[in-house]
């Protein structure tokens, strides 16, 4: 049997109140940061949203939301055993890959990262870890770029960009594959986000 699409309409009765409804909404996204980003996704979105980060082999990954300021990317939810320590950890937009994926809204896979002279080292020093593989891709919600996220595979131990990692100890690295799964994940968080600023503006709470 052939497929149909379903043709949905605007209700007219809604038309007048769009621009209002656009305008709150953009109210709202400007005041969704890392300390509240976390009440806008139930306990199921970040189960599996884990087991996204998981199925690419990831040791964890984390949500960063640009600040007010536009200055930083700050964690706003992280799923490693390090989340209450990180959360609030700011990277500045200027350092790091992250910074070039936000500004270029490219999706980045890369292997041996710690050895790339871009990558931001700030982070495995306070935790004495490696990152050894890294995925990064953009984050929108509400009609525009609001932060990326990013999953890794993490030695623990920290080592000089100058040092390598031995084969024994090398992850498995990452594939393009991987990062189309998390841009693909990105998209669905950001449609359920989405749906979750609309739900509570519109005061509705379905059963």
Not at 36 to 46: R, V
Not at 64 to 82: F, T
Not at 140 to 152: A, K, Q, T
Request: charged fraction near 20%; charge should be negative; hydrophobic fraction near 45%.
């Amino acid at each position: 049997m052939a497929n149909t699409r379903m043709n949905l309409l605007p209700n007219k009765r809604f038309l007048d109140l769009h621009a209002t409804l656009i305008d709150h909404l953009a109210n709202i996204a400007r005041l969704v940061d890392y300390r509240n980003f976390p009440s806008l996704c139930d306990a199921g979105i970040f189960r599996w949203l884990n087991g996204v980060f998981a199925s690419v082999g990831a040791t964890e990954g984390s949500i960063w939301l640009l600040d007010q300021e536009k200055e930083h990317l700050v964690i706003a939810y992280n799923s490693g055993p390090n989340a209450e320590k990180l959360l609030g950890f700011k990277q500045p937009l200027s350092r790091g890959l992250l910074g070039t994926v936000f500004a270029t809204e490219q999706g980045l896979v890369e292997n041996k990262v710690y050895q790339n002279a871009q990558h931001d080292h700030q982070l495995n020093r306070m935790l004495r870890q490696t990152t050894y593989a890294m995925i990064v891709v953009p984050f929108y919600f509400l009609n525009e770029r609001r932060g990326v996220i990013s999953c890794v595979q993490l030695v623990d131990i920290f080592m000089e960009p100058s040092e390598a990692i031995s084969a024994e100890m090398n992850p498995s690295g990452f594939t393009g594959n991987d990062v189309t799964v998390l841009k693909d994940a990105a998209a669905i968080l950001r449609e359920l986000v989405d749906f979750r600023l609309l739900q509570t503006t519109v005061g509705w709470n379905p059963l």
